[in-house]
């Protein structure tokens, strides 16, 4: 089945340590998205990628830095520069038409301690 | 930004039609207006989009004003499992091919037994 994998499903790490989540596709999307949900909030847009080897920066890419070396990978490192980054991360792919809807996987939840 | 404004939360009663407003005043002329549902500690998914005319599929209802400044998510009849948060969206077309979707903070549907 075609669809997007987010591992692991749950992720502790000490404060002070680099952390990087995976987000692997199989649904040949050109675009792929990484955002962070905070409790009882929206999705906020980290980092985001067009194509192979280029990506931008989202609203809140402060403290976080992501690779797109493949097609079907974009995995986000969550750095000790992120000030509070305990949160629910979700990645998401799209296809490169402007109808084409978005794909998320079922997310990370970091707690930083 | 495009941005777009929904109520924080709506209830209603099961079996009964749910309207869910969105409002999007500075939508551009390209922009398609995306519809997504979240259950609790999951990615979102795709419920509906549209650009102009009145769409419909099996999970849902797309009304788009006239003027496509607001548009109307419609549940014919609700359910226990459609409660979630509901969020309406537009894609952000920067040019060059660049392209982002703004998520706010959407609609908390409550339905009641």
């Known amino acids: 089945d075609g669809g997007i994998t987010q591992s692991p499903k749950y992720l502790f790490r000490k404060e002070g340590q680099n952390v990087t989540l995976s987000c692997e596709q199989n649904?040949?999307?050109?675009?792929m998205y990484w955002y962070r949900q905070d409790p009882g909030q929206g999705l906020r847009l980290i980092y985001y990628?067009?194509?192979?080897?280029?990506?931008q920066k989202g609203d809140i890419a402060e403290g976080y830095s992501v690779s797109r070396e493949k097609k079907e990978s974009f995995p986000l490192t969550v750095t000790s520069a992120q000030k509070n980054p305990t949160a629910f991360y979700l990645c998401?792919?799209?296809?490169?038409?402007?109808?084409?809807?978005?794909?998320f996987g079922n997310g990370t939840r970091l707690t930083v301690t | 930004d495009a941005k777009t404004t929904q109520p924080n939360s709506m209830e209603s009663n099961e079996e009964e039609p749910v309207h869910l407003p969105c409002n999007h005043s500075t939508i551009s002329g390209t922009d398609y207006i995306h519809w997504y549902r979240q259950l609790p500690s999951q990615g979102p998914e795709y419920v509906i989009h549209g650009l102009t005319s009145n769409v419909n599929n099996r999970m849902a209802s797309l009304a788009i004003a006239e003027d496509r400044k607001s548009s109307t998510l419609i549940l014919h009849r609700a359910t226990l499992r459609d409660a979630a948060v509901y969020y309406c969206?537009?894609?952000?077309?920067?040019?060059?091919?660049?392209?982002?979707?703004?998520f706010g903070t959407g609609t908390r549907l409550k339905v009641l037994a």
């Open positions: 649904l040949n999307h050109d675009a």
């Open positions: 969206i537009l894609r952000d077309n920067r040019g060059s091919g660049t392209y982002k979707y703004i």
């Open positions: 990628s067009q194509i192979v080897n280029d990506f």
């Open positions: 998401a792919s799209s296809g490169g038409r402007q109808n084409s809807p978005l794909h």
